[in-house]
């Protein structure tokens, strides 16, 4: 058995490189563009007429073939539709994530990786953005850090330490802190650099009626 090891020229790592970025790529544009498919879910009358449209595909598809007395795998997939459009339920005008972000005024809701409170397992949060504050909650709306969001002084995103890990750490330093949050999986420097961008925008517009305040107090 030949042991010789197998060698990609610059050009072929090149092209393998760039055809897995596009993959990822589509399939993160293909989840982060999901929410948006979810509107259909909150839209009481959109969602009404979806459950309608499809009870009446499933009837057609049920009595036709009957009907014409061919078909029956089509009639039994009919059935099938019609039973789930009953069952679906009704529409979800607001999440708890919705309701949780209005009452903390946040602008944006992200995903914050993994976040290791002192003294406590990393547990996986969500960054409720806004101009003032921003949270760090866990999956029960707890929060473990509060980042004072017009005090951002830097943010970086890189690499994880450990090796054979594709991970990517976003650091926020703001006042005298520090917060780590830490990306795993195929789409973990993306979520990272989301984070990164939502953080740096608020902290931005944060900042614009202080630097205001300051001009007209000169």
Not at 176 to 199: C, D, N, P, Q, T
Request: hydrophobic share 50%; glycine share 6%.
């Amino acid at each position: 058995m030949s042991t010789t090891p197998r060698v990609i020229t610059a050009e072929q790592d090149t092209f393998v490189q760039r055809s897995k970025n596009f993959a990822g790529a589509a399939l993160f544009l293909l989840i982060r563009k999901s929410p948006k498919l979810l509107e259909l879910y909150r839209n009481e009358k959109a969602w009404t007429l979806f459950r309608v449209a499809l009870a009446c595909l499933g009837a057609a598809m049920v009595v036709l073939p009957l009907a014409l007395w061919t078909g029956y795998f089509t009639a039994l997939i009919g059935l099938v539709l019609f039973v789930v459009a009953i069952l679906l339920p009704p529409a979800e005008l607001e999440s708890e994530t919705d309701r949780k972000a209005a009452e903390l005024g946040a602008q944006t809701v992200v995903s914050g990786g993994e976040y290791a409170a002192p003294g406590q397992a990393a547990r996986g949060v969500h960054l409720y953005v806004s101009p003032v504050h921003t949270w760090a909650m866990d999956k029960d709306f707890a929060p473990l850090v509060v980042i004072a969001t017009a005090e951002i002084k830097s943010l970086r995103v890189e690499p994880g330490q450990e090796q054979g890990k594709e991970d990517w750490v976003l650091h926020v330093w703001w006042g005298e802190h520090k917060a780590e949050f830490v990306y795993k999986g195929i789409f973990a420097e993306r979520y990272a650099r989301l984070a990164e961008e939502s953080l740096r925008h608020a902290s931005a517009t944060a900042k614009v009626p202080l630097m205001t305040r300051a001009a007209k107090a000169m």
